[in-house]
């Protein structure tokens, strides 16, 4: 089952401590980014020993997008200190991985992960099997989505993954991924902000409440259906708010995703790739007039009434109840 995990950037560590408190009862683990830390005084033993759900120690250097400033002899003796206080996860990058012989591995699982903040990798399985050979107990990639298409290679290493693995595609193209992962039994987690208003640790990052009471993430599964929502400003679309807010309340197992696209990009291709991946029901764009609906069955964009819920019952097959 994928988790819900809060990514916390707290300046020191009684922030660190009110915030993993803070989430506990919505997410199902932590990750402390120490190198936010603005107070280099982490007092990793008591903030672990206080922990209130499972925590990831990261500790992320700036060739990684982190910003830990210090030499890497100190960084890493920050993760054999979080190994050694027995936290659950310690996330170690990938050019680092020669080191994780030097770890207490007795309690700790160790992430290995490869961050590119410029693109989405062409190679995500071939880096992938050198994580896994490398002797990761979870593999984490992460590339940064320009455009809608970008997704695909993160879906397309869930879907083949055969061991823990987290696959995200940062920025707004690429939210749909933080959500489509909890279809995939070996997606190990996605990440979340504690709140609106927190610092993001990655771009596209959403809060705890959006992916917890828009999307109900974590009752998503293989069977959920979808629908996709098709427009350049989609993660903001109230449209997508309201119709996941029909759906909760009358029981469906469905969901109304938000698919962000690229200004100019054709998504013809993109979407049938989608099609094939996903329960995907169908998608709706907005227009000028309304609505326009894309199925695979028809290949093309047909104009429908502008009544959200109307058109999600039609693609669901269920009857729209309108009312309390």
């Known amino acids: 089952m994928t988790s819900l995990a809060v990514s916390i950037a707290a300046p020191d560590a009684d922030s660190a401590l009110a915030a993993l408190h803070q989430a506990a009862p919505d997410a199902d683990l932590a990750e ?36 830990w400033q210090g030499s890497e002899t100190n960084r890493l003796n920050v993760l054999r200190a979080a190994a050694d206080f027995q936290t659950d996860y310690i996330d170690l990058e990938w050019d680092a991985a020669d080191e994780l012989a030097s770890f207490n591995r007795h309690r700790s699982r160790f992430i290995l992960s490869r ?45 083949q993954a ?3 693995t987290i696959a995200i595609a940062m920025g707004g193209c690429g939210l749909a991924t933080r959500l489509l992962g909890f279809r995939y039994p070996n997606a190990l987690l996605s990440f979340a902000t504690l709140d609106a208003v927190a610092p ?10 959006s992916m917890n009471k828009t999307y109900r993430v974590r009752s998503i599964g293989p069977d959920t259906r979808l629908v996709g929502w098709l427009a ?14 029909w759906l909760a309340a ?19 291709e993109t979407l049938v790739r989608l099609a094939q991946l996903l329960p995907l029901a169908g998608c709706l764009r907005p227009a000028a007039a309304g609505l326009h609906c894309w199925t695979q069955g028809s ?14 019952a039609g693609l669901l097959e269920t009857e729209p109840i309108y009312g309390a």
């Open 115 to 159: 961050h590119d903040f410029t693109a989405m990798p062409a190679n995500l399985p071939d880096q992938a099997a050198a994580l896994w050979a490398a002797g990761a107990d979870v593999v984490k990639l992460v590339g940064y989505a320009h455009r809608l298409a970008d997704i695909l290679p993160v879906l397309e290493l869930l879907q």
């Open 162 to 164: 055969n061991g823990p």
């Open 32 to 67: 402390l980014r120490v190198d936010l830390m603005h107070d280099r005084d982490f007092e990793l033993a008591s903030l672990l020993e206080a922990r209130s759900l499972p925590v990831i120690v990261t500790c992320r250097p700036q060739r990684e997008g982190g910003r």
């Open 200 to 209: 993001r640790t990655a771009p596209g990052q959403i809060s705890l409440t």
């Open 232 to 245: 350049e400003d989609a993660n903001d679309a109230p449209e997508v708010a309201a119709g996941n807010g």
């Open 250 to 268: 009358r029981g469906i197992d469905a969901r109304l995703i938000p698919l962000q696209h690229a200004p100019d990009e054709a998504t013809g």
């Open 299 to 312: 290949g093309t964009w047909a104009p429908v009434a502008a009544d959200v819920p109307r058109v999600l």
